[in-house]
């Protein structure tokens, strides 16, 4: 063992004893034992403290961000012309991002959505509400987290096509209840309201005001027909049939209204009506296209008796056997936005400006929820300017503590210092024997605060025992979050700036005289 080593384990033998003396010692039970227990309970709480402290401001953090952007994303991909937070203007689904986007490294899943201001009315009352379709690629985990009563709506199921989820502030404000039919008016610039009637399948709660408040989810197809974002192309056939023929003619509905109508195959021309003559099966079809370059769509008619006449001026068309179809109309490759989920929240800045630079073609934007929802990120971040100032003080009262706690024993063990100093030991020596004290003391501090802290962590987190109200706070019980890491780093930092701090006053040391100290023993 060298030197070093033996001067180290005399120095703790030393601490050691002047915190448990071997024999009784009044002077030493009256003074410095009640000091030090008080400087352990000092430490001891604000260990605790802190470790509350940082595991609710982690908490709110995170149960915050997860209902900010379960709500809406944590990026949303929309029109560069959308002015209105509540409407979203129509882009193509067919995007050259979707739906593969969700294959990059860090991205959990891409929908598509529309949004659309409407009015809720019932008998006495009427609300504005904004109306949120989603299609069947939607992801629900998040609102059946929060679903309260009901079930989710049925999206693209034709035996439940008018299902609508409310929240449970909105059915309460209006005093609806699962299961009853409303009319929500649905609005298009600024004077086409029309009614729809829909049956409430759900009620949610998230406690988010900027969600709960306005948002009612459907199914997005309603507001593709609604908004007329596609075309829908149609053929009639008239009741008749005369020596020309049959007579055709083409109709088309949504988009700009400047329509174009294209006969494949064929010679003709505009809408019609045109006379068409065939014998045998004969298919013919029309595809509507409009100025604004919307999805074309595709209506087509076949004649599968042929088209035949006889004496007479007309012939009746249930003579010919006639069938109809078409592609539907193209309003469903349509939607508002895409919203995009991401594995990790602290990687949104990075996401946003990488799928703006990579991913996204002219006319569209990256909206990170950061920039959507500012007031709540800003408060989020004012809690870690909290956290700060709590620790800061913590820290500060165990020093104070552990500076008395050191005092008192350097004052008490006056005439020990003094004999050291006569047998040689130097002041750097005998101040690292007070620093053990002080090292064994806040070392026990801050085990027990930790136990403590974790302890009182655990209990709020298993039973919910100091509840918030929901729309203030956005959750309905104070949530902790325990992270080891930083259990850890607060109590070795605790540790290091406390022992740093305390150099200062274990230098009285060097300002006892021994042959005072001696006498004064």
């Not at 100093?421 to 005998?430: R, T, Y």
Request: with cysteine; net charge neutral; proline share 4%.
């Amino acid at each position: 063992m060298g030197r070093g080593d033996r001067q180290l384990g005399t120095a703790h033998f030393i601490a050691r004893r002047i915190l448990r003396p071997a024999g009784r010692d009044p002077a030493q039970r009256v003074f410095s034992r009640p000091i030090v227990v008080i400087a352990v309970l000092g430490i001891v709480v604000g260990m605790a403290v802190m470790i509350l402290t940082v595991g609710i401001a982690t908490g709110f953090q995170r149960e915050v961000r997860a209902k900010v952007t379960g709500a809406g994303g944590h990026i949303r991909i929309e029109s560069i012309g959308q002015t209105d937070p509540k409407e979203t203007p129509r882009l193509e689904i067919g995007q050259p991002f979707y739906p593969w986007l969700d294959t990059v490294p860090g991205i959990a899943h891409i929908q598509a959505i529309a949004t659309k201001p409407g009015i809720i009315e019932t008998g006495e009352e009427i609300q504005g509400v904004v109306v949120k379709g989603v299609g069947s690629d939607h992801d629900w985990r998040f609102i059946h987290a929060h679903l309260v009563a009901g079930a989710l709506p049925a999206i693209g199921d034709s035996t439940r096509p008018i299902d609508l989820l409310l929240s449970r502030h909105l059915s309460r404000l209006l005093a609806i209840a699962v299961d009853d039919t409303i009319t929500v008016y649905l609005v298009r610039g600024h004077d086409d309201i029309r009614p729809r009637r829909f049956r409430v399948c759900g009620l949610y709660a998230t406690g988010l005001e900027q969600l709960d408040h306005q948002m009612v989810y459907v199914d997005i197809d309603h507001l593709q027909r609604f908004a007329q974002w596609g075309l829908k192309a149609e053929l009639q056939v008239h009741d008749t049939i005369g020596p020309e023929g049959i007579r055709v003619e083409a109709w088309a509905y949504g988009g700009d209204r400047i329509y174009r109508y294209a006969w494949p195959g064929t010679a003709l021309e505009g809408k019609g009506p045109h006379w068409i003559q065939a014998t045998g099966d004969t298919t013919i079809s029309v595809v509507v296209s409009d100025a604004d370059g919307t999805i074309p769509d595709t209506a087509w008619v076949r004649f599968e008796a042929g088209i035949r006449t006889r004496s007479g001026p007309f012939l009746g068309r249930d003579e010919v056997a006639v069938a109809r179809g078409g592609s539907g109309g193209s309003h469903g490759r349509y939607a508002g936005a895409f919203e995009v989920l991401l594995d990790d929240f602290r990687e949104v800045d990075a996401f946003d400006e990488r799928i703006y630079a990579e991913y996204l073609g002219v006319g569209l934007r990256s909206v990170s929820v950061k920039q959507r929802f500012p007031e709540i990120f800003a408060w989020l971040e004012l809690l870690d300017t909290n956290v700060v100032v709590v620790i800061v003080l913590m820290i500060i009262v165990a020093i104070i503590n552990m500076t008395s706690a050191l005092l008192i024993l350097i004052l008490e063990r006056t005439a020990m210092i003094g004999t050291l100093k006569a047998l040689g030991a130097s002041n750097g020596a005998i101040s690292r024997i007070f620093l053990i004290d002080a090292g064994y003391i806040l070392g026990a501090g801050i085990g027990l605060g930790i136990v403590l802290g974790v302890l009182l962590a655990l209990v709020q987190q298993w039973y919910g025992i100091i509840s918030l109200p929901l729309e203030s706070y956005y959750v309905e019980a104070v949530p902790v979050e325990l992270s080891w890491w930083r259990i850890a780093l607060l109590g070795l930092g605790t540790m290091l700036v406390c022992l740093l701090a305390l150099i200062i006053p274990s230098s009285l040391v060097a300002r006892i005289a021994p042959a005072r100290a001696i006498r004064f023993q």
